[in-house]
C-alpha cells in the first residue's frame, strides 16, 4: 500500500528532548551507565494527598466522560489559586482543563492562529513552541538572547521584530530551558511595547511557577492592559510532581477559552476524571511538599553551579528558577578527541552521552545551537558524579 504522510507530519520534527530519552533507555537496556539529564521530570514522588484523593475517586466510581472544560469544583479551585497565589481575577468559564499543559499550548496556538501569521518566541525556547506553531502553518519569528543577557529579551528586541502580521507571543518564565524569570519590571518594559499593539496576544507558559528562587513570581497579566491579552498555561506536572497523570490548564480571556473548549472538544474531549479529582486536591491541598521540592532542587542547582564554573570553557548564568542549566559550549567547537570532532551542540552532546555517559539536549532544538541543556531534577550524588564525567570529558578535547 502507498504511504502517504501528511506534509506537515512529514515536516515536523521529533521532539528532541524525547528523541534523547528513547536514546538513553535503550542504551540503559542493554547494561549501559547513563546519567540521564535530559527530561524535565522531577525525581520525587506525588505528593500523598494527591494520590490518596485519585484512590478516593476510583471507589466512589468517578470514572466517566468529564465536561470539556473540565470539571466545574477543578476549575473552581485554580480560579481560587489564581486570586490566591496571583492576585488574579478569573471566572470558572475562563478556565479550561486539558491533558497536560502542552495540550493547553496546542489549544490556543491552534484556535488563534491563521496560516501565514507571526508569532514572535523568544530563543532559547521550549522545543514545542515553535513545532507547534508550524503545525498551525504559522511563520516563526525568534528573538536571540544570550548567556550574557541572563537569556532575557529587551524591549527594543521586541519592539524591532514586531509586524503589521505579528499575532501571538509565547514565552515562559521561569523558563524552559535557561531557568530564567522575568522581574515584574522586565516584564513592565515589555508590557509597553505591547500596549502600542493591541493585536497580539500573549501566551504565558508558568508550569514553573512553584521552582522560582527569586521569592517572587510576578504574571504578566497581572500588568496593566495586559488581563485581556494574556493566555496564562500552567499545570501540575513540575509543581506537584505529577509528570505522568497529564493535567494542565488555561486562564484566558474567555473568547479564547471558548474557543479551546471547541478545539479540545474534537480532539480528546475532557481529560481523565481520577486526575482531575486528584488536580483539586493539589490545587485546594497542604502546599509543604511543593516548597521541599524547590528548597532541594535551590540546593542542587548551587551543587552544579559551583562545578560548572570550575569547568574551563564552558559559560553559564545562575538560572534563577524551573531546574535546568542551559550551557554556552560554543568554545569547544572546532576541537577534538582522538576521531571525535565538535562541531555543533549535537556533537557535544551526542560526545559527551558516549564519552562521559551523561545525557544531555542539544541547544539547536531550543534555538541556540552554541548550548547544551541538561536538568538537575535528579539526585545530588547523580549530579555530582554527572559533573565530575562532564568535566573529564571536556578536558579531553583539544
Not at 110 to 138: D, Q, R, T
Not at 291 to 299: H, W
Request: proline share 3%; with cysteine.
Amino acid at each position: 500500500m502507498l504511504e502517504h504522510i501528511a506534509a506537515r507530519i512529514a515536516t515536523l520534527e521529533e521532539s528532541a528532548t524525547l528523541q534523547m530519552a528513547a536514546l538513553v533507555r535503550e542504551l540503559k537496556a542493554k547494561g549501559e551507565d547513563i546519567i540521564d539529564l535530559t527530561l524535565g521530570e522531577p525525581d520525587f514522588d506525588t505528593p500523598i494527598h494527591i494520590k490518596e484523593a485519585a484512590k478516593q475517586a476510583i471507589d466512589q466510581g468517578i470514572t466517566k466522560y468529564t465536561p470539556v472544560a473540565g470539571f466545574l469544583e477543578l476549575r473552581k479551585s485554580i480560579v481560587e489559586k489564581l486570586k490566591r497565589d496571583n492576585q488574579i481575577e478569573y471566572t470558572p468559564d475562563q478556565i479550561v482543563v486539558s491533558t497536560g499543559a502542552k495540550q493547553s499550548i496546542a489549544n490556543v496556538v491552534m484556535s488563534v492562529l491563521n496560516p501565514g501569521e507571526e508569532v514572535i518566541i523568544p530563543a532559547p525556547y521550549w522545543v514545542s513552541y515553535s513545532a507547534i506553531s508550524h503545525l498551525a502553518e504559522a511563520k516563526v519569528v525568534t528573538i536571540q538572547s544570550s548567556v550574557e543577557a541572563e537569556y532575557k529579551i529587551t524591549a527594543a528586541q521586541l519592539e524591532q521584530a514586531i509586524t503589521p502580521k505579528t499575532r501571538l507571543f509565547i514565552f515562559s518564565s521561569p523558563c524552559n530551558p535557561t531557568g530564567s524569570v522575568y522581574t515584574k519590571e522586565e516584564l513592565e518594559a515589555l508590557a509597553v511595547v505591547f500596549r502600542k499593539h493591541p493585536n497580539i496576544i500573549i501566551l504565558a507558559d508558568e508550569i514553573y511557577e512553584y521552582i522560582n528562587f527569586t521569592g517572587a513570581h510576578c504574571s504578566i497579566a497581572t500588568l496593566e492592559g495586559m488581563y485581556d491579552r494574556t493566555v496564562i498555561v500552567n499545570g501540575f506536572s513540575k509543581g506537584f510532581a505529577m509528570t505522568g497523570w497529564r493535567l494542565g490548564y488555561i486562564a484566558a480571556p474567555l473568547w479564547v477559552a471558548k474557543a479551546c473548549v471547541k478545539m479540545q472538544g474534537q480532539f480528546t474531549s475532557g481529560t481523565c476524571s481520577i486526575t482531575q479529582m486528584a488536580g483539586e486536591a493539589a490545587m485546594r491541598g497542604d502546599m509543604q511538599a511543593t516548597k521541599d521540592m524547590c528548597a532541594q532542587y535551590l540546593k542542587r542547582r548551587d551543587v552544579v553551579y559551583a562545578k560548572l564554573k570550575e569547568m574551563q570553557g564552558v559559560k553559564v548564568n545562575l538560572p534563577t528558577g524551573a531546574f535546568y542549566f542551559f550551557t554556552d559550549i560554543s568554545s569547544f567547537f572546532g576541537k577534538k578527541n582522538g576521531a571525535t570532532l565538535i562541531q555543533n551542540s549535537s556533537d557535544m552532546s551526542m560526545y559527551l552521552l558516549a564519552d562521559a555517559k551523561v545525557s544531555t539536549v542539544s541547544g539547536d532544538a531550543f534555538g541556540d545551537g552554541n548550548c547544551i541543556r541538561f536538568s538537575y531534577a535528579t539526585s545530588e550524588d547523580k549530579l555530582m558524579l554527572a559533573m565530575d564525567r562532564i568535566a573529564e570529558s571536556l578536558a579531553k578535547l583539544s
